[in-house]
């Protein structure tokens, strides 16, 4: 296994609408709200030109279709597009044929509108795991460079603590390699904690992050930041379902901002495909 070291932190961001996640699947009410991305992500563009930082967007093809110019408008600005796939569903639902064509059809959309090679991928809930590692091997058969689909957690529910927590090089059966760069964990003793994305951002304490990102640096790996346009939406519609979607959904939005600028002043972020290209043994740039 190779690993990656960088002199950047991967910021990424996962584009889909407010209503999309697997949390409101099979609740209606949401229709009358229509979508609220636009704003959402032209607050997360703004936030990145003032920090005159870059960062790697997967976007839900279903979502590209629908809002290509929201994509167009992502990539002019110089970010890094990647593939969220498709259809958002969950990759152990999926059988291998359904999968390869989930993500070849985001693929191929995606740089239709770009008009540049899509790299990376990454999957709805972070859901390749050991029941799913075949979707690594065909990712590598579409020609994607990297996967960002593995939690290194047993406390997420795809999860797994045995997962390589770092950037890495996987060989894969088929003779392919492709790079993985897992989400975020803070390491305590033999425990991964999720740490600095999404739900696990804005609920803890600023200080579990940035303390998780430094034990990434302190190894010279780049650690890994990911969060939704709606993370920053404190004025999203609050729809009725359960009491443990609402708090993972609702608690603490108008947190994510304030952390994201903190991380922006604290650390050295920059996409995935930069990192990838620029690796380097150097130690990473601590602000
Ligand atoms: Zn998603």
Do not use: C
């Not at 639902?93 to 390869?100: A, E, Q, S």
């Amino acid at each position: 296994m190779n690993e990656i070291n960088s002199d950047f932190h991967a910021l990424t961001f996962d584009v889909e609408d407010w209503y999309q996640g697997f949390l409101y699947r099979g609740i209606g009410g949401w229709e009358k709200y229509g979508s609220r991305e636009e704003k959402n992500v032209q607050k997360i563009l703004d936030i990145l030109d003032t920090h005159n930082t870059k960062a790697t967007f997967f976007v839900l093809g279903s979502f590209a279709e629908a809002n290509p110019e929201i994509v167009q408008l992502i990539h002019k600005k110089g970010h890094e597009i990647a593939s969220h796939g498709h259809s958002h569903v969950h990759v152990p639902k999926l059988t291998p044929k359904d999968f390869r064509e989930d993500i070849k059809r985001s693929k191929n959309f995606l740089e239709d509108i770009t008009n540049e090679k899509i790299i990376g991928y990454r999957a709805a809930s972070w859901s390749i795991n050991k029941d799913s590692y075949w979707g690594l091997e065909i990712l590598a058969e579409e020609n994607f460079i990297y996967d960002s689909s593995i939690f290194p957690s047993s406390f997420h529910p795809f999860g797994s603590n045995y997962f390589n927590r770092f950037p890495h090089q996987i060989n894969l059966l088929n003779n392919k390699k492709i790079y993985e760069f897992p989400a975020q964990v803070l390491s305590i003793g033999k425990i991964k904690f999720p740490a600095a994305g999404g739900f696990y951002l804005r609920a803890l304490p600023y200080i579990f992050s940035k303390y998780a990102i430094k034990q990434s640096a302190k190894k010279n790996f780049p650690a890994m930041v990911y969060l939704h346009p709606y993370d920053l939406d404190p004025d999203v519609p609050k729809l009725k379902t359960k009491f443990t979607f609402r708090i993972i959904r609702y608690y603490n939005l108008n947190k994510t901002e304030v952390y994201l600028k903190m991380l922006l002043k604290n650390f050295t972020f920059s996409s995935i495909k930069e990192i990838i290209e620029k690796k380097s043994s150097n130690k990473l740039i601590e602000k």
